[in-house]
């Protein structure tokens, strides 16, 4: 099955009730939320993935998370745009961002993995950076605090209250570039 018309949507997080309110699962949270919109369900599907099919922006999309952990998510993703025979031009990897300030979202195309795995591993299993990311902003750690037991940790109660609108937020802006394409939606939310 393939379409020029389609679209492949990557939320990056960690499977599994324990992580499941992790800043990392900034992604797995928004595909949740385009889901919802597209009217589809997550259900079981190929390459150790979750996956959701629907329409949004007047697309087709398949919604997907991975179910191998972050650091292993490029081999999903990989798989799926295999499978529907995409570019990396119709793929958005939606992730969290210790660079911005919690709230905000930014989308690009192409660019380094800014030490996220997540990022790495899709990078490394396409063959391509050049995708779209839509990145959600979790802040940096306070203090001296690792970033890497930072983003392992639950979003804090004044974030959790905030969370259903920049989650919303970030869908929209992934709507935005998929009916508009980059520079308009680029423009529209990188206010």
């Known amino acids: 099955m393939t379409g020029a018309d389609r679209w492949l949507i990557a939320g990056?997080?960690?499977?599994?009730?324990?992580?499941?309110?992790?800043?990392?699962?900034?992604?797995f949270l928004t595909a949740d939320t385009l889901a919802a919109r597209a009217g589809a369900r997550f259900r079981a599907g190929k390459f150790r993935a979750?996956?959701?099919?629907?329409?949004l922006a007047g697309r087709s999309v398949s919604i997907i998370k991975p179910l191998t952990f972050m650091n292993a998510s490029g081999a999903a993703v990989a798989g799926y745009a295999g499978f529907y025979r995409l570019g990396p031009e119709q793929l958005v990897v939606i992730h969290d961002e210790l660079d911005l300030p919690f709230g905000s979202v930014?989308?690009?195309?192409?660019?380094?993995?800014?030490g996220h795995n997540g990022l790495r591993?899709?990078?490394?299993?396409?063959?391509?950076?050049?995708?779209?990311?839509?990145r959600i902003g979790i802040g940096r750690p306070p203090g001296r605090m690792d970033p890497a037991v930072y983003v392992?940790?639950?979003?804090?109660?004044?974030?959790?209250?905030?969370?259903?609108?920049?989650?919303e937020r970030a869908a929209d802006a992934v709507e935005m570039l998929l009916a508009d394409g980059l520079?308009?939606?680029?423009?529209?939310?990188h206010s």
């Open 12 to 27: 990056l997080g960690n499977p599994g009730p324990g992580y499941a309110g992790n800043r990392h699962n900034a992604g």
């Open 50 to 55: 979750l996956a959701a099919d629907g329409r």
């Open 106 to 114: 930014r989308l690009k195309l192409g660019g380094g993995d800014n």
């Open 121 to 134: 591993s899709v990078a490394a299993h396409l063959g391509s950076r050049e995708y779209y990311r839509a």
């Open 152 to 167: 392992l940790r639950d979003f804090s109660a004044p974030e959790r209250a905030e969370l259903p609108l920049l989650l």
């Open 183 to 189: 520079a308009a939606a680029q423009n529209a939310f």
